[in-house]
């Protein structure tokens, strides 16, 4: 049987898990790839570490060096994280002639155009399945299983440990810091969570979706986004007692041919497949032109989940696939996007409210008014009176009609000026 | 740009999906392929009947002779029904040098092994993703996205007819009947749907699925099938008050070591994603043993979204990604298959078992007994009284622990000999 010689560089906990794939189901890989993945090098930071996975004394290696040099080697899984020296070394692995699999969202984010345009000047490839939703295979699906389509819409819960924190705090009245605790109790979260919590991550993630699906090329730092670390449990409360659920989300649409992206808190139907997405799941509901919706769910982190992107990425790789891929959608090649970004103010959408106002006669129809003046109509309203925390002051939650972005923004604006209302206190959109 | 040669033979509605892509997407579809797909000839029937497609005359044709001797087709979409003329015509199709898509689960799940050997032997390639789920990309998932995983068990539901149906009956109380009716007017049954409602269409792709996900080469016609013909609208009922739905399930599972397979109603908790597909929706549940679980739902029918997997099969073959999987995979070909068969009557379950019984006492005593001798201990027991339709007799339903299918099935046997017992009168699994 045909060879093929693998690397691994960076060995934490997905490296770990890609090197058990490798070594202690070899025989299936090599079934499934018809060639034998031949693990030639592992590149640790530290070779005094202990790990969890026995390697042969001359796999194990701290130098990324001998990877370089090793002309056996056409493969590598390229785990390290951060952008440097993530990219410098990803450059060098693809001047030696090696194929680079990635699991490393924010330098795909941050540098995909850079690293894609390097990789086909050298006649090399690069794959990332492992950098959007873990084990969901949702690159391979929107860039070669459903390539007939026009995708219209795209949205995700692409953030794990948020979608675990809240799932506890909404279904398990958990406070927000005694669930981040149990995330990072249980491996979900980092020491620092905050890139996970303030949307960074989500909004990386939906930044190379909606490159592969609309053919788009955002700077991620300029999509709009929001995290769930300043949400109040309330809100959580409240939309579940309106029948919704409230989720981080990642969001991309076609309005009018422009693309629309947003990460933030809404509020989604329970009932509806997004809505149910429980603990550290991930999940993708995608609208094609041709397929009409379509929806994925697993496992969006975690070591074997994200090792089975990765060795199925090394296997596209080891055969063939992924250079094909490659060459015909001209990933993030030099050139025009093929898709305008919409004005984020012009983003229709039906919009939860809630004031904390003056518990005193006529606050409803200031309110309205001032609603109405600016064409937002009012679904229905909630006094939560019993929830006064103030003496005097009480909140109202509002569900609006559908109103553009930039018509509830200077609403509100004009609301917080009024005497009757101490504080718009939240603003969440409800996907539709 | 690069062209490559394409045809359709079989313009049914499929076939008219297709032919709409092609031609109204084709720009779309050669910038996601790297190369224009030329639709060279559509092979139709009779050339006199009305279309919702108009092609070129010099394109329509209804001998399709003229797409053997063209060797400018390279790929063609065969979407002709049943076993024959579609065997032969695909055999033609192959050793003139083409390779080909097709959607005919039937023909698959009946002579796949003959026509993949024989395309191996010719050097071309069958791809089949539309075969099985409609839109719902899961022939490339299992073989490709997840080929680093072992499936471990793999349940769906593939057949959207049936799903229409009983979801029709669960949800909004028609009858059997009507629903049928309904489903007929609304395309999703054929005028005979007895294949659909029997579980002989889901059976048959259960057969594909089984193959690439366990490496099973099974007789579609051995393997246990009912379907939802026989079901009695108070089983929704009574399933519905425990928690539970009633789903024409797809089922496969590897245990201890061999493959359990089974097409049957089957009650799914109410929440669970597969509880939960609606209408003529698809869906499948895979558990992969480093992936975890995954869940895929889509429309499983239709024009347009089985056009839109039979396209992305045209384009993969096109640009040469088929080709890969379909040597590497050694899909159907010659040899033993990589698993054995379990004995269906060692596969455990959970079961709802429903009486008619005489209403006196000491009945439930009579019963338990007879299944603690069989191994088979009770969860519940729920009588409902108020549903006798005979004099003195009374429904009796009985949710059991885990027992194996054989121990039911004796048990079942000798509570049918019970003088309180008129009839065992339904039995179904419960789904773990």
Not at 133 to 162: F, K, R, Y
Not at 411 to 418: M, P, S, V
Request: proline share 3%.
């Amino acid at each position: 049987m045909e060879k093929t010689g693998v690397a691994i560089v960076g060995m934490g906990t997905v490296g770990a898990g890609v090197a058990r794939l490798l070594y202690d189901q070899g025989d299936r890989i090599a079934r499934h790839a018809g060639r034998k993945l031949w693990l030639t090098h592992a590149v640790v930071r530290d070779l005094k570490k202990p790990r969890d996975i026995d390697l042969p004394a001359d796999v194990v290696t701290d130098d990324v060096q001998k990877v370089i040099d090793d002309d056996s080697v056409k493969v590598v899984a390229q785990l390290i994280g951060g952008i440097e020296p993530a990219r410098t070394i990803m450059l060098k692995l693809l001047e030696a002639g090696k194929d680079v699999v990635t699991a490393n969202k924010a330098l795909m984010a941050q540098h995909g155009p850079e690293l894609f345009d390097r990789a086909r000047q050298l006649g090399r490839a690069i794959a990332f399945e492992a950098s959007v939703a873990g084990g969901i295979p949702i690159v391979a699906n929107i860039s070669q299983c459903l390539s007939a389509n026009q995708i219209v819409s795209l949205q995700g819960i692409l953030n794990g440990t948020s979608n675990y924190i809240i799932t506890r705090m909404d279904l398990e009245g958990a406070s927000y810091d005694e669930a981040v605790k149990e995330a990072q109790e249980l491996g979900y979260a980092e020491a620092d969570p905050s890139m996970d919590v303030d949307g960074t991550d989500a909004v990386q993630k939906l930044a190379i979706l909606s490159h592969l699906a609309f053919g788009a090329r955002p700077d991620w730092t300029k999509i709009p986004k929001r995290g769930i670390d300043q949400l109040d449990e309330a809100d959580l409360r409240y939309a579940r007692q309106l029948g919704f659920r409230v989720k981080l989300i990642a969001y991309s649409k076609l309005v009018g041919g422009k693309l629309q992206l947003l990460v933030g808190p809404m509020l989604i139907k329970i009932g509806t497949p997004l809505a149910e997405v429980r603990a550290n799941y991930n999940a993708v509901s995608a609208i094609g032109d041709a397929v009409g919706p379509v929806f994925f769910h697993g496992q969006g982190a975690g070591q074997m989940p994200t090792a089975s992107a990765v060795v199925a990425d090394m296997i596209d790789m080891a055969v063939g696939r992924t250079k094909i891929t490659f060459e015909t959608l001209e990933l993030w090649a030099e050139g025009q996007t093929r898709v305008d970004m919409g004005d984020p103010g012009d983003l229709e959408g039906k919009f939860y409210l809630r004031f904390d106002v003056k518990d005193e006669p006529n606050v409803l129809a200031q309110i309205a008014g001032v609603l109405g003046k600016h064409e937002i109509s009012i679904a229905s309203v909630y006094q939560h009176d019993g929830d006064a925390t103030t003496e005097g002051i009480v909140p109202l939650v509002i569900v609006t009609h559908l109103s553009a972005e930039k018509n509830a923004s200077s609403a509100i604006k004009e609301l917080d000026q009024l005497d009757c209302v101490k504080k718009v206190a939240e603003r969440l959109r409800i996907l539709d």
